[in-house]
C-alpha cells in the first residue's frame, strides 16, 4: 500500500537516501573490517607505507581511486559547517598539535614504550596530562598515531613513525620549519591576491622586500631550511634511484641545478659508484653545502672525492652561466617559478647541453592535479606562489613548457643524431614528418603561382632541375629550407651583435665611421674594395671581434669522422678518437675563454685582429670559431660577410648609434638575447639616430 507520495505505508520511502546510506554503511563496515583482517593489513603496510622503498605502483594506483571516490561521498555526505569549521579552524588546530608532539618527542617515546596511557605519556614527556589528551585525540581522529580505548593507550603509526627525531627520513625537519615559519607566511594570502599587490604572502607577513630566502638568511634560518630539505632528498632517494634508469649516464658529471645542500647528489654517487656529480646554486646556498663534501666530518664526505671542488659552483641558472655538462638534474626547482621564468631556465639549459649519445635533463618535480589524492601538489601550488612567486604544473602545462623553450631532438643529440633513428615511431619523427608534407605543399603552391605570375622566381628553374633528374625533390626542398631559414637565421645572428657593440662603444663607432667615410670618398671602386675585404679593415675586425664575443651558438651541431682519427697534443703525447664518436665545438671555450685572447678576453676590442702578425694568425686559426674549420666550413660564409659589412657600413654612415640608458647600465653580461632562437640574437632595442 502506498501513499500519496510514492512512499511505503510505514513512511519509508523506497530507494530513499536513508535506505541509499543504510546500504553505503553495511558496505563501508566490511569495507574496514576486510582492511584491518591481520594479513591484508601487512600487505598494505608493506606495499603502501614502507618509506624505504616505492609504494606498489598498481595497489597505490589502485588505492588513490579509492580514495579519491571516498573523498567525493564525503564531501557529499558532510554538513557544510563541519567542512567549513576544518578550514577556519580544523587545519591550524592540527597543524599545530603536530607541532607540539614533535616538540614533545611522543612518536619517540612511543617507539620506545608503546602502549602507554596519556597519563604515563605526559609523565614521560614533562607535559600536562589535561592539555595533552585533546592534543592526542585530535591527533589520532586525524590519522596520526593509534588509539586503544579499553587501555585508553597510545602507540605509533607508520605516520607517528615518520616524525621521530631519530627515524632515517628525518621527515620532523620539515615540521620543524614548514609548520613554523612557513605557517606563519600564510597569513599574508589574504592580502597578497590584491590586484595593486606585487609581493608575496612571506613578503607581506615578514614586511620585507627581500626573497623569502633572502630574508631566511639574514634571519639566520638558513642551516634549518637546509635540514628540511636535504631530509626530503634523502627521504625521496630511494624511490628517485629506483625509478629512473640512472645506470645509463655511467661515468659522466651529473650536474644538480639548484641542488641546495646535495642530499640528492650524495644519494646518486653513492648508488653508482662510477658517476661524479656536481651542484650549482646560489653563494649562500654553496657556502653550506662545501662542507658537507669536503671537510672530514662531513655527512657527504665519504662520496666527496668524486664531486671536485671546482664542481661545486656559486651560480644563477636564470640569468647566470651554466657550465657546460651532457647531463643536468633538477629536483623540485621549476615550481619556484611562473612560466617566462621557467622558460628562461631551461633555454639556459638547452643553450648549455654538450650534446651526446647519454645528454639529457631530469627535471624531478611535482605534477599538479585535482582529488585527495593530489593535495600535496595543490597545497605545493599554494605553497609556491605564497613564498616564491611560483606554481604547481599539470602534465600537459609541463609538456607546453618544455615546447616553448626548445626541448626537442636533434639539436640535443640522443637517437636522432643517428641515421638509423628516422626508422623509429618517434614523436620527433612524425613532427618531421608533418613538417616536410607542409613544405612541399608550400613550395607546390608558391611553383603554381610563380608560374601564373610570369616572375621568373628561381624555383621555376630549380624545379625544372628536378624534371630533368639533375637533383630529385628531397634535395630540392632540403636546399629551399636551408636557404630560408638556417642562413637567414645565421646571417641575422652574424650581423645583430655588430651594431649592439658599436651603440657601446663610441670610440669604435666613430673611428670606423672616418675608416667609412675615407672608402666612400674614394669613390665607387675604392668602397666596393673596401666592402669586399674581409681581412685588413677596421671593418673586418669589428665584425670578427662581435663573432668572437657572440658566437652564432654556444655548440656546434655534434659531428663524428667515419674512421679513427689520431691527434698529437704535445711531445710525446697523442690521442686516438674512434671513429664515429660525435664531438661538438665548444665556442666560448675557443673565442672568449682561451688564454689566447688574454688579458682582455672578455673586452671588445677590435684592434686585436689588425696587431698580429701572420704568425699569430696562424696559431690562433683554430681558436676562433665562426663558420667552421677545414673544407667543410660554410659555403655562404663569403656571401653572409658581406652581407655584414655592406649592413654595417651602411648603418654606421647614417645613423649614430647608442644603448637606451636601461641596456647601458647592465652592461655587456646584462645583455638579453632572444631565447626562442638556437642561434644568439640580441632581445632588445638600441638608438639609432640618423646623422645630418
Request: aromatic fraction near 8%; charged fraction near 25%.
Given at each position: 500500500?502506498?501513499?500519496?507520495?510514492?512512499g511505503?505505508?510505514?513512511?519509508?520511502?523506497?530507494?530513499?537516501?536513508?535506505?541509499?546510506?543504510?546500504?553505503?554503511?553495511?558496505?563501508?563496515?566490511?569495507?574496514?573490517?576486510?582492511?584491518?583482517?591481520?594479513?591484508?593489513h601487512?600487505?598494505?603496510?608493506?606495499k603502501?607505507?614502507?618509506?624505504?622503498?616505492?609504494?606498489?605502483?598498481?595497489?597505490e594506483?589502485?588505492?588513490?581511486?579509492?580514495?579519491?571516490?571516498?573523498?567525493e561521498?564525503?564531501?557529499?555526505?558532510?554538513?557544510s559547517q563541519?567542512?567549513l569549521?576544518?578550514?577556519?579552524?580544523?587545519?591550524?588546530?592540527?597543524t599545530?598539535?603536530?607541532?607540539?608532539?614533535?616538540?614533545?618527542?611522543?612518536?619517540?617515546i612511543?617507539?620506545?614504550?608503546?602502549?602507554?596511557?596519556v597519563?604515563?605519556?605526559?609523565?614521560?614527556?614533562?607535559?600536562?596530562?589535561?592539555?595533552?589528551?585533546?592534543?592526542?585525540?585530535?591527533?589520532?581522529?586525524?590519522?596520526?598515531?593509534?588509539?586503544?580505548?579499553?587501555?585508553?593507550?597510545?602507540?605509533?603509526?607508520?605516520?607517528s613513525?615518520?616524525?621521530?627525531?631519530?627515524?632515517?627520513?628525518?621527515?620532523?625537519?620539515?615540521?620543524?620549519?614548514?609548520?613554523?615559519?612557513?605557517y606563519?607566511?600564510?597569513?599574508?594570502?589574504?592580502?597578497?591576491?590584491?590586484c595593486?599587490e606585487?609581493?608575496?604572502?612571506?613578503?607581506?607577513?615578514?614586511?620585507t622586500?627581500?626573497?623569502?630566502?633572502s630574508?631566511?638568511?639574514?634571519?639566520?634560518?638558513?642551516?634549518?631550511v637546509?635540514?628540511?630539505?636535504?631530509?626530503?632528498?634523502?627521504?625521496?632517494a630511494p624511490?628517485?634511484?629506483m625509478?629512473?634508469?640512472?645506470?645509463?649516464?655511467?661515468?659522466?658529471?651529473?650536474?644538480?641545478?639548484?641542488?641546495?645542500?646535495?642530499?640528492l647528489?650524495?644519494?646518486?654517487?653513492?648508488?653508482?659508484?662510477?658517476?661524479?656529480?656536481?651542484?650549482?646554486?646560489?653563494?649562500?646556498?654553496?657556502?653550506?653545502?662545501?662542507?658537507?663534501?669536503?671537510?672530514?666530518?662531513?655527512?657527504?664526505a665519504d662520496?666527496?672525492?668524486?664531486?671536485?671542488?671546482?664542481?661545486?659552483?656559486?651560480?644563477?641558472?636564470?640569468?647566470g652561466?651554466i657550465?657546460?655538462q651532457?647531463?643536468?638534474?633538477?629536483?623540485?626547482?621549476?615550481?619556484?617559478w611562473?612560466?617566462?621564468?621557467?622558460?628562461?631556465?631551461?633555454?639556459?639549459?638547452?643553450?648549455?647541453?654538450?650534446?651526446?649519445?647519454?645528454?639529457r635533463?631530469?627535471?624531478?618535480?611535482?605534477?599538479?592535479?585535482?582529488?585527495a589524492?593530489?593535495?600535496?601538489?595543490?597545497?605545493?601550488?599554494?605553497?609556491?606562489?605564497?613564498?616564491?612567486?611560483g606554481?604547481?604544473?599539470?602534465?600537459?602545462?609541463?609538456?607546453?613548457?618544455?615546447?616553448?623553450a626548445?626541448?626537442?631532438?636533434?639539436?640535443?643529440?640522443?637517437?636522432?643524431?643517428?641515421?638509423?633513428?628516422?626508422?623509429?615511431?618517434?614523436?620527433?619523427?612524425?613532427?618531421?614528418?608533418?613538417?616536410?608534407?607542409?613544405?612541399?605543399?608550400?613550395?607546390?603552391?608558391?611553383?603554381?603561382?610563380?608560374?601564373?605570375?610570369?616572375?621568373g622566381?628561381?624555383?621555376?628553374?630549380?624545379?625544372?632541375?628536378?624534371?630533368?633528374?639533375?637533383?630529385d625533390?628531397?634535395q630540392?626542398?632540403q636546399?629551399?629550407?636551408?636557404?630560408?631559414?638556417?642562413?637567414l637565421?645565421?646571417t641575422?645572428?652574424?650581423?645583430s651583435?655588430?651594431?649592439?657593440?658599436?651603440?657601446?662603444?663610441e670610440?669604435?663607432?666613430?673611428?670606423?665611421?672616418?675608416?667609412i667615410?675615407?672608402?666612400?670618398?674614394n669613390?665607387p671602386?675604392s668602397?666596393?674594395?673596401y666592402?669586399?675585404?674581409g681581412?685588413?679593415?677596421?671593418?673586418?675586425?669589428?665584425?670578427?671581434e662581435?663573432?668572437?664575443?657572440?658566437?652564432?651558438?654556444?655548440?656546434?651541431?655534434?659531428?663524428?669522422?667515419?674512421?679513427?682519427?689520431?691527434?698529437?697534443v704535445?711531445?710525446?703525447?697523442?690521442?686516438?678518437?674512434?671513429?664515429?664518436?660525435?664531438?661538438?665545438v665548444?665556442?666560448?671555450?675557443?673565442?672568449?675563454?682561451?688564454e689566447?685572447?688574454?688579458?682582455?678576453n672578455?673586452?671588445?676590442?677590435?684592434?686585436?685582429f689588425?696587431?698580429?702578425?701572420?704568425?699569430?694568425?696562424?696559431?690562433r686559426?683554430?681558436?676562433?670559431?665562426?663558420?667552421?674549420?677545414?673544407?667543410?666550413?660554410c659555403?655562404?660564409?663569403?656571401?653572409?660577410?658581406?652581407?655584414?659589412?655592406?649592413?654595417?657600413?651602411?648603418?654606421?654612415?647614417?645613423?649614430?648609434?647608442?644603448l637606451?640608458?636601461s641596456?647601458?647600465?647592465?652592461?655587456?653580461?646584462g645583455?638579453?638575447?632572444?631565447?626562442?632562437?638556437w642561434?644568439?640574437?640580441?632581445?632588445?632595442?638600441?638608438?639609432?639616430?640618423?646623422?645630418?
Open positions: 500500500m502506498s501513499n500519496s507520495n510514492g511505503s505505508a510505514s513512511g519509508k520511502p523506497h530507494g530513499s537516501a536513508l535506505e541509499t546510506l543504510e546500504t553505503i554503511v553495511g558496505d563501508l563496515s566490511r569495507l574496514v573490517s576486510s582492511l584491518k583482517e591481520p594479513s591484508l601487512a600487505e598494505l603496510v608493506s603502501l607505507h614502507d618509506a624505504k622503498i616505492l609504494p606498489d605502483k598498481k595497489i594506483s589502485l588505492a588513490g581511486e579509492a580514495v579519491d571516490l571516498l573523498d561521498a564525503k564531501q557529499i555526505l558532510q554538513p563541519l567542512v569549521a576544518d578550514h577556519f579552524m580544523g587545519y591550524y588546530l592540527s599545530q598539535s603536530l607541532v607540539a608532539a614533535v616538540a614533545f618527542k611522543i612518536p619517540d612511543l617507539h620506545n614504550s608503546p602502549g602507554l596511557t597519563l604515563e605519556l605526559a609523565r614521560e614527556a614533562g607535559v600536562r596530562e589535561d592539555r595533552l589528551r585533546p592534543v592526542m585525540r585530535l591527533l589520532h581522529n586525524k590519522g596520526i598515531f593509534t588509539y586503544d580505548a579499553s587501555r585508553d593507550s597510545y602507540t605509533n603509526n607508520p605516520r613513525e615518520l616524525v621521530r627525531t631519530d627515524h632515517w627520513t628525518q621527515w620532523h625537519t620539515w615540521v620543524d620549519l614548514y609548520a613554523t615559519e612557513f606563519d607566511m600564510a597569513r599574508g594570502i589574504p592580502a597578497s591576491l590584491r595593486d606585487n609581493r608575496t604572502a612571506g613578503q607581506i607577513t615578514y614586511d622586500d627581500d626573497t623569502i630566502f630574508y631566511f638568511e639574514k634571519q639566520g634560518w638558513i642551516p634549518r637546509h635540514r628540511a630539505f636535504n631530509a626530503s632528498q634523502g627521504a625521496q624511490g628517485i634511484l625509478d629512473y634508469p640512472w645506470h645509463e649516464i655511467g661515468d659522466k658529471t651529473v650536474l644538480d641545478l639548484g641542488g641546495g645542500g646535495g642530499a647528489m650524495a644519494s646518486l654517487l653513492r648508488a653508482h659508484p662510477i658517476m661524479r656529480g656536481g651542484i650549482l646554486d646560489v653563494a649562500a646556498v654553496m657556502e653550506h653545502t662545501r662542507p658537507f663534501f669536503h671537510s672530514p666530518n662531513g655527512q657527504f662520496v666527496g672525492d668524486r664531486i671536485a671542488p671546482i664542481d661545486l659552483i656559486d651560480g644563477d641558472f636564470l640569468d652561466f657550465p657546460p651532457e647531463v643536468y638534474v633538477m629536483k623540485w626547482c621549476l615550481h619556484n611562473l612560466d617566462p621564468e621557467a622558460v628562461r631556465i631551461l633555454r639556459n639549459i638547452r643553450d648549455s647541453i654538450v650534446p651526446g649519445d647519454k645528454s635533463l631530469v627535471v624531478l618535480d611535482a605534477v599538479l592535479r585535482d582529488g589524492m593530489g593535495r600535496l601538489t595543490q597545497y605545493g601550488d599554494v605553497q609556491m606562489l605564497m613564498s616564491v612567486k606554481r604547481e604544473r599539470t602534465v600537459e602545462e609541463w609538456e607546453a613548457l618544455a615546447r616553448a626548445g626541448w626537442e631532438y636533434v639539436i640535443n643529440g640522443g637517437i636522432h643524431r643517428f641515421s638509423w633513428a628516422r626508422f623509429l615511431p618517434t614523436t620527433g619523427n612524425a613532427k618531421l614528418a608533418e613538417f616536410k608534407g607542409n613544405w612541399r605543399r608550400f613550395n607546390q603552391d608558391a611553383l603554381a603561382h610563380a608560374k601564373q605570375q610570369s616572375t622566381a628561381p624555383i621555376i628553374s630549380m624545379t625544372a632541375a628536378v624534371s630533368a633528374g639533375a637533383i625533390e628531397e630540392l626542398l636546399t629551399l629550407d636551408e636557404s630560408l631559414f638556417a642562413n637565421d645565421v641575422v645572428g652574424g650581423l651583435w655588430v651594431p649592439v657593440f658599436l651603440a657601446a662603444h670610440d669604435v663607432q666613430d673611428r670606423l665611421r672616418t675608416e667615410d675615407s672608402a666612400v670618398a669613390g671602386e668602397l666596393h674594395r666592402l669586399a675585404d681581412r685588413t679593415t677596421y671593418l673586418a675586425a669589428c665584425v670578427m662581435s663573432s668572437r664575443l657572440r658566437p652564432l651558438a654556444a655548440f656546434s651541431v655534434p659531428q663524428a669522422a667515419p674512421t679513427s682519427r689520431r691527434f698529437s704535445g711531445q710525446g703525447e697523442e690521442y686516438v678518437i674512434p671513429g664515429g664518436t660525435s664531438f661538438v665548444d665556442a666560448y671555450a675557443l673565442n672568449v675563454r682561451n689566447a685572447w688574454a688579458p682582455d672578455e673586452d671588445f676590442r677590435p684592434e686585436r689588425m696587431e698580429r702578425t701572420d704568425k699569430e694568425a696562424r696559431d686559426r683554430y681558436l676562433f670559431w665562426r663558420f667552421g674549420f677545414g673544407p667543410r666550413q659555403m655562404g660564409r663569403h656571401a653572409a660577410d658581406l652581407i655584414i659589412r655592406m649592413t654595417v657600413a651602411h648603418l654606421v654612415r647614417h645613423y649614430d648609434l647608442g637606451l640608458p641596456d647601458d647600465e647592465l652592461g655587456e653580461k645583455w638579453s638575447r632572444n631565447r626562442d632562437s642561434i644568439t640574437h640580441p632581445d632588445f632595442k638600441i638608438r639609432c639616430e640618423r646623422r645630418s
